[in-house]
């Protein structure tokens, strides 16, 4: 039983980790630049950009609750995983690190779906009579972008983390 336990904790973590990280390839590399080709305004691409990005943060936020009780059942399993503040092995250390950057992952990700993005669709749906507000609503929105760029990289390096905390 444990055997069909651990291949689906990882079977789903990876799942899920392809759901996110590949999600953040797939937009920042694949469709905001071919939206950005195609689409002839910015109100356009600003349209069908929010709209992908409702749909994929619901999926995001599934992914990151599979990847917490997957990670505790694997991390359970996990043999050379002896505890959370242990730093006797290097694994220990590897896994450490690499959660700390979830965490990052996580905060940033949270932080733009509660936060900032109410944020900057209020000043969107105000009546933009001065420009001060158009400004501060397209700084918020390159902040945002520019977050999600810092998620990606931060995904590139826990997937690092992962290959090697694997191999060790």
């Known amino acids: ?6 291949s689906l904790s990882n079977f789903l973590h990876i799942l899920a980790t392809v759901v996110w990280i590949g ?4 937009i920042l ?11 002839e305004s910015k109100s356009l ?3 069908l950009m929010k709209d992908i990005s409702k749909r994929f943060t619901f999926m995001a936020n599934i992914s990151i609750i599979v990847l917490i ?6 991390t359970k399993y996990n043999k050379n995983f002896t505890g959370f503040l242990d730093f006797d092995n290097y694994v220990n250390i590897v ?4 959660h700390l950057f979830v965490a990052a992952m996580v905060i940033i990700h949270f932080y733009r779906g509660l936060i900032l993005n109410p944020r900057i669709v209020g000043l969107s ?3 933009i009579e001065s420009s001060e ?14 977050l999600v760029k810092t998620n990606l990289v931060l995904g590139l390096v826990v997937l690092l983390l992962t290959g090697i905390s694997s191999s060790l």
């Open 95 to 98: 896994i450490f690190i690499k």
């Open 29 to 39: 590399l694949v469709i905001l630049p071919g939206a950005k080709v195609v689409l």
């Open 69 to 74: 009780i997957t990670g505790i059942i694997i």
């Open 45 to 47: 691409v600003s349209k």
């Open 125 to 127: 749906t105000q009546i």
């Open 133 to 146: 507000l158009s400004s501060k609503a397209a700084r918020l929105q390159i902040f945002s972008l520019n």
């Open 1 to 6: 039983m444990n055997l069909v336990i651990q």
């Open 23 to 26: 999600g953040i390839v797939m």
